[in-house]
């Protein structure tokens, strides 16, 4: 297993971002959250897990390791995958995700896209006695990175890569570009992490 990664951030996306470690670029898929964290040009350590599958081999990349430790938790619940994992994690904190299953908090859950009703309940059964209580505010720091050009189409790319639908991505994408007031424009990450509050609020 590759337990983190560390080097200069030498790209990042709406959904992932490239860590040079000694030239070789890794690869990593990460939350929104961690992505606001990591600033092209910066040296960062990356929390990560690797997926591995008969076709792939996925690095995804976390703010820290609880957010990690989680990660790999909710995938020991039917019907989680990675994917799936990773689009909780979005959308909620670690301590959040723990706040939900220990409270059978199902609305909270369902804002996940992917899950439904059913869903939520098996998680809720399989993952009270394996997530624990929350350990702390969960809220990962986030710091400002350069403007990024065409971030419209990133944040709605970023949006249904995490499974909501091309009208609701379009959606929020337009609700997040009227809160801006036309200053300097935050990172894709911030904006993506702005759009995914509009569409679980």
């Known amino acids: 297993m590759i337990a983190f990664v560390s080097g200069q951030v030498a790209a990042a996306g709406p959904d992932g971002a490239v860590i040079d470690v000694r030239g070789v670029g890794y690869a990593v898929q990460c939350t929104p959250a961690t992505l606001a964290g990591l600033r092209v040009g910066d040296q960062a ?5 690797l997926v591995v599958r008969e076709d792939s081999l996925t690095l995804f990349g976390f703010a820290d390791d609880d957010e990690r430790t ?11 995958g990675p994917r799936l994992a990773l689009a909780m994690l979005a959308v909620h904190t670690p301590d959040a995700l ?3 299953v220990a409270a059978e908090d199902l609305a909270a859950l369902t804002r996940v896209p ?19 209580g929350p350990v702390g505010d969960g809220a990962p720091a986030t710091r400002a990175a ?5 971030w419209r189409a990133q944040v709605q790319a970023g949006l249904i890569n995490l499974g909501w639908s091309a009208k609701d991505a ?3 994408v337009e ?15 911030a904006l993506l992490k702005s759009a995914l509050r509009k569409l679980s609020g």
């Open 114 to 132: 992917g899950i439904g009703k059913k869903g939520a309940q098996r998680i809720v059964l399989e993952l009270k006695d394996r997530l624990g």
């Open 175 to 189: 609700a997040v570009a009227a809160d801006l007031d036309g200053g300097e424009t935050p990172p894709v990450a």
């Open 45 to 49: 350590r990356v929390p990560t897990s």
């Open 146 to 150: 350069g403007p990024a050009q065409a």
């Open 98 to 100: 723990r706040h939900a």
């Open 70 to 80: 989680v990660f790999e938790l909710l995938q020991t619940a039917s019907g989680v």
């Open 170 to 172: 379009d959606a929020a």
